[in-house]
């Protein structure tokens, strides 16, 4: 059931959107409206960590 | 509707068991190290006891690392930073909710998250609530008081964020609430065990048939082990005439546990996000084996404001052996929290956990909702008064009633008991934790 994701592309893609976010943060970040709203993006990119790219360097061995 | 539907995340919630354990000692790892490197309660406790976050090698190390307890957290709070003590892992700012316990066995523990820690938690309210069938197309009632007790807030926001229409029933009394969820259709509820049976007995005194009247379709239960008794969770169906379902958490530990549409009669794990460890009460050693009870020692992986690792609950469980007909992979609890480890008392020279009172008890329908256990000293015997609420149309049984009721009582808890019947809606009602059973012997011996 597994095979039909990719697990490890799907987690290139969250890596994908986490360097965006700080990138996005780093450029930004002294303007308050995008320090908090990128903070909570950020949130939300962890939950998709622990869901996907956690398990992705998971072996069958 | 395919397989995969019945899963928030099929690729945790049915990774095989090796590689279960293999993510579990990762991620363990990852939070000691965090831990060790950001809260100096923690390092301390780790170099005291020789223990360095490198030592960590194989999944049999875990069970070196010191553990953790309430008295512990209690204690770091009269530290700085102010109110939660040096335990707390990331600079003060970051903490964005305040929550605490309710204090019942002694000063609160204050709860610290971040916004990362909160997303957390509505994410494992979310591996609960769909497990259990929450889907887009309901409208979810939360007859909750929202206040500085975590209970249903991040069942609110799981809900949200599964897609369901939710509705606060905040400050709301109960017949109001009973109002809104007919008004609205609403198809679910979450609340205590206790509240959702106060809840179908005020309905049916306003002229209210939850069953033919309201739209529940499921009731999630928190706060309490009643929705894992048996008994208990078939007077709550019979009331309502829908699914009841329990999960297990704790402010300090996070939602770790649930039942899903299944119900082989135990609660599912979640290993992904929790490790769970059974210890022995008498011999501390850790229990793999199904059916042994013993205190459960607790990790969460992923909360980081004031982590939570190897923390002893207190609360009683055992491995259940069976698995569920779902396909989830994570590990079964059999029947819930039995008790906990400093509610299990001994009476008469017998141990008694009060939830074997109450499956009898809710077991007999010709009685209310509600009773009472109270243990006082009679010279130098305990005694035991059971308080039932019992409706005058049982006048006539009620010799017989009370005579199979005490055999129940002796062949479950091999306890003889004092039985006081009081009329029905007698008894006190509690809209959260229920304070059902009351030791007075301790109060007695402290004077």
């Given amino acids: 059931m597994n095979d039909r994701f990719d697990v490890k592309e799907l987690s290139r893609t969250i890596g994908d959107l986490r360097a965006n976010a700080e990138r996005l943060l780093k450029a930004g970040g002294e303007m308050e409206a995008i320090k908090r709203n990128v903070t909570k993006i950020l949130a939300n990119i962890r939950m998709l960590e622990l869901n996907i790219s956690d398990v992705a360097d998971i072996t069958n061995s | ?447």
């Fill in chain 2, 1 to 447: 509707m395919n397989n995969n539907d019945i899963y928030w995340n099929h690729i945790l919630e049915t990774l095989p068991y090796e590689r279960l354990r293999q993510l579990q000692l990762k991620k363990f790892r990852r939070i000691v190290d965090w831990a060790y490197n950001n809260s100096p309660f923690y390092k301390k406790l780790y170099r005291d006891s020789g223990f360095e976050p490198g030592d960590l090698k194989k999944f049999e190390d875990i069970q070196k690392i010191p553990k953790t307890d309430k008295g512990m957290l209690r204690d770091v709070q009269k530290r700085p930073p102010f109110p939660y003590g040096d335990i707390l892992s990331v600079p003060i700012e970051d903490v964005t909710t305040f929550r605490q316990t309710s204090g019942t066995t002694g000063t609160p523990v204050y709860q610290a998250d971040t916004w990362q820690d909160w997303e957390w938690w509505s994410e494992c309210w979310s591996y609960i609530l769909y497990a259990q069938g929450y889907r887009d197309t309901d409208r979810v009632f939360i007859p909750f008081g929202y206040n500085i007790f975590v209970a249903f807030w991040a069942g609110h926001y799981a809900a949200e964020k599964i897609g369901c229409e939710v509705v606060p029933g905040g400050v709301l009394n109960t017949e109001a609430r009973i109002l809104k969820m007919q008004e609205l259709k609403c198809t679910a509820f979450m609340a205590t065990p206790t509240y959702v049976l106060a809840l179908a007995e005020t309905a049916t005194k306003m002229g209210i048939d939850p069953i033919k009247d309201l739209f529940i379709r499921r009731i999630t239960c928190a706060g309490e082990p009643g929705a894992s008794i048996p008994a208990t969770k078939k007077r709550i169906e019979d009331a309502w005439g829908c699914k009841v379902y329990d999960h297990i958490g704790a402010t300090e530990i996070g939602a770790w546990s649930y039942e899903c549409t299944s119900q082989p009669g135990g609660l599912h794990v979640n290993d992904a996000f929790f490790l769970v460890e059974i210890e022995d009460i008498e011999t501390g050693k850790i229990v793999d084996e199904p059916g042994k009870n013993g205190k459960m020692i607790i990790t969460a992986f992923d909360r980081l404001g004031k982590p939570c690792i190897r923390f002893d609950s207190k609360d009683v469980i055992r491995w259940a052996d069976y698995t569920c007909e779902c396909g989830r992979t994570f590990r079964m609890i059999d029947g819930g929290v039995i008790g906990r480890a400093d509610d299990i008392t001994k009476v008469k020279g017998v141990l008694l956990a009060p939830t074997a009172i109450e499956e009898v008890v809710r077991s007999f329908p010709e009685l209310g909702d509600e009773y009472e256990v109270v243990v006082s000293k009679a010279g130098d015997v305990d005694d035991i008064l059971l308080k039932i609420e019992m409706s005058s149309w049982h006048a006539e049984k009620k010799d017989l009633i009370l005579a199979r009721l005490q055999d129940q009582l002796r062949l479950k808890t091999n306890l003889g008991y004092r039985i006081e019947v009081r009329p029905l809606g007698s008894l006190p009602r509690y809209q959260v934790k229920a304070h059902r059973f009351k030791d007075l012997r301790k109060k007695e011996g402290s004077h």
